[in-house]
């Protein structure tokens, strides 16, 4: 069992940052690929970043290629997802997800096993 809590949503303007946590609990965090998802209103759940178990390789839609950055810790239990340009399209609720990897250099976008809570983003225009 995987316990994820994420931190760091807010309330921005459009053009600035946030910097999301997930904190994982377990030993074997290094065992698990990574994912952010979002949910805005009246939209479907997307995947907005992956990381493999590694760290090596990572995944984004075109939406937030090059404004988004995932990246895994696993000393720490932890996975970030920095978000620069925040847009107002951009307002959801981010959750992160874990993944049983026993692949190392793979990511995933779909079928992970863990679920944080959630963390609400909203930009300002």
């Known amino acids: 069992q995987v316990q994820l809590v994420e931190s760091g949503g807010g309330l921005v303007q459009a053009g600035g940052s946030l910097r999301l946590s997930c904190a994982a609990s377990g030993r074997t965090f290094n065992n698990y690929a990574m994912g952010w998802f979002r949910q805005g209103p009246g939209k479907e759940r997307e995947c907005v970043a992956a990381?493999?178990?590694?760290?090596?390789?990572?995944y984004y839609p075109e939406s937030v290629k090059g404004r988004f950055t995932i990246s895994k810790d696993n000393a720490k239990n932890t996975v970030y997802l920095q978000m620069n340009s925040l847009k107002p399209e951009d307002t959801a609720v981010y959750y992160c997800a874990a993944k049983r990897a026993y692949i190392s250099g793979t990511y995933y976008i779909n079928q992970y096993d863990y679920y944080g809570q959630g963390t609400q983003v909203t930009v300002s225009s």
């Open positions: 990381i493999s178990r590694s760290g090596g390789s990572t």
